[in-house]
């Protein structure tokens, strides 16, 4: 089934690429979307309403509203997005491919397709009934066809990475993509500073077991949980696996079912790899989160494909089953009796509506390591080198999955692989969670 395009999709899509934008907050995009198709006759919502538009769609009023300036007004929302660059509107293009909108749009051809998808969107919204006499949806998993809702809190990603490169692994016949970000601002030695807030934004989220209420959870007790398994090695890196949580959560839109350290409403240390749900046209795919932080760049793939190699499940004679990665005493220990059933239920093989094979989400730090001295290069020049050397790296990781893929007979898996270079990954990871969490030492340095 094709994904529809509505308002809060759109907003995503273009934030932050908008061409008068001053900040990255998805309300201003709204609000420049809605002024910029009604040939700017729409000022007055409050900020209330816009983020409700944001989180939830157009009102049935407000569509109208907009409509009826649209039918006014001879400006074009094309002509504004038109003025967006090149580079950003094959992105654009790229991410409505990857969310199955479109199979044929190209850069040139975005800005009246996304003018086309709004319009169309406002007026399914202006002739639908009145809400209040439909009836309410009591079962969110059956009515809906979302099982979960997202965690990761995301806005602050776009400026925080930056995409240098996506690209494919050839021996892999599935969905499949290999991502290379590099912090901004792109220069060597990087600076943690965004790196260390996002993650903050996100250690309760990583940590918190669905079913328990976030607000119901102290600072201390999360930073105290993540202290532990720090300790324990159970993960052996904490920032690699927060980050493959939110990698998986914003660049797939793969929801989490559950990470290897989390609060719930029992005593458990789940000894498990952290476990995601992707939902692609209509397809869902169960997938296993892992993350290596290592400053070999080839070790770190050596040691992820071992450690693929080892988990539980695991074995290269055989096709590993996506329901076979689902622990389903850590479902029962966060969610109620009847919610797990639903879940178990919805990831049932059948009518082609799961996919049958592991899918697996990797998270690769690495230390990076330029070919050319940066001391003496200008800003721009150094920043062009740092993104060559990361597309070389990208090069080299494509050459050495593709082998060890096609090696243990994993084709028919799909791999979503994350790309992150550190001054050092080994050293940079502990310091960085000592800096959020406080201090510890799970085999790193403090």
């Not at 079912?257 to 692609?280: D, H, V």
Request: net charge neutral; charged share 25%.
């Amino acid at each position: 089934m094709k994904r529809v395009a509505d308002f809060p999709y759109l907003v995503t899509l273009l934030n932050p690429y908008l061409p008068d934008a001053t900040g990255t907050s998805r309300a201003e995009t709204a609000r420049l979307l809605l002024e910029h198709v009604t040939n700017g006759q729409i000022h007055d919502y409050s900020d209330a309403s816009i983020n409700s538009f944001v989180d939830k769609g157009l009102s049935r009023s407000a569509a109208r509203s907009v409509l009826g300036y649209i039918d006014k007004s001879k400006a074009q929302l094309s002509e504004y997005l038109s003025e967006i660059g090149d580079d950003q509107l094959t992105l654009i293009a790229n991410q409505l491919k990857k969310d199955g909108l479109s199979r044929d749009v190209y850069r040139g051809t975005v800005p009246t397709f996304l003018e086309k998808c709004l319009v169309i969107n406002l007026k399914d919204i202006a002739d639908r009934k009145n809400k209040r006499k439909q009836k309410k949806p009591t079962d969110k998993i059956s009515e809906q066809g979302e099982v979960l809702s997202k965690t990761v809190s995301d806005k602050e990603f776009s400026t925080v990475f930056n995409e240098i490169a996506v690209k494919k692994v050839p021996t892999i016949v599935n969905q499949n993509a290999i991502h290379a970000f590099i912090l901004k601002p792109e220069l060597f030695p990087f600076s943690y500073k965004k790196l260390e807030k996002i993650v903050m934004l996100n250690i309760t989220n990583y940590a918190v077991a669905r079913g328990v209420e976030r607000n119901e959870v102290t600072g201390f007790k999360v930073g105290q949980l993540l202290r532990n398994y720090a300790k324990s090695g159970i993960p052996q890196n904490l920032l690699g696996e927060v980050l493959t949580y939110v990698f998986l959560e914003h660049v797939e839109d793969a929801k989490k079912l559950y990470t290897r350290a989390e609060i719930s409403n029992y005593s458990k240390t789940i000894n498990s790899e952290g476990i995601y749900l992707r939902n692609s046209e209509g397809i869902r795919q169960l997938i296993l989160g892992a993350s290596q932080l290592n400053d070999n760049l080839q070790d770190a793939v050596n040691s992820l494909i071992s450690k693929l190699k080892t988990f539980r499940n695991n074995k290269s004679d055989e096709l590993i089953i996506s329901t076979d990665l689902i622990d389903e005493s850590i479902l029962d220990a966060q969610y109620s009796d009847e919610d797990s059933k639903k879940i178990l239920q919805v990831l049932i093989p059948e009518e082609n509506n799961v996919d049958e094979i592991a899918s697996y989400g990797l998270f690769i730090g690495y230390r990076f390591k330029p070919n050319e001295n940066l001391d003496n290069c200008n800003s721009k020049e150094a920043k062009n080198i740092c993104k060559q050397t990361v597309k070389d790296d990208l090069k080299q990781v494509i050459s050495q999955l593709s082998k060890e893929i096609q090696s243990n007979k994993w084709q028919k898996s799909s791999f979503y692989v994350y790309l992150l270079p550190f001054i050092s990954a080994e050293k940079d990871g502990d310091r960085i969670m000592s800096n959020i969490i406080g201090g510890y030492d799970y085999g790193g340095t403090k």
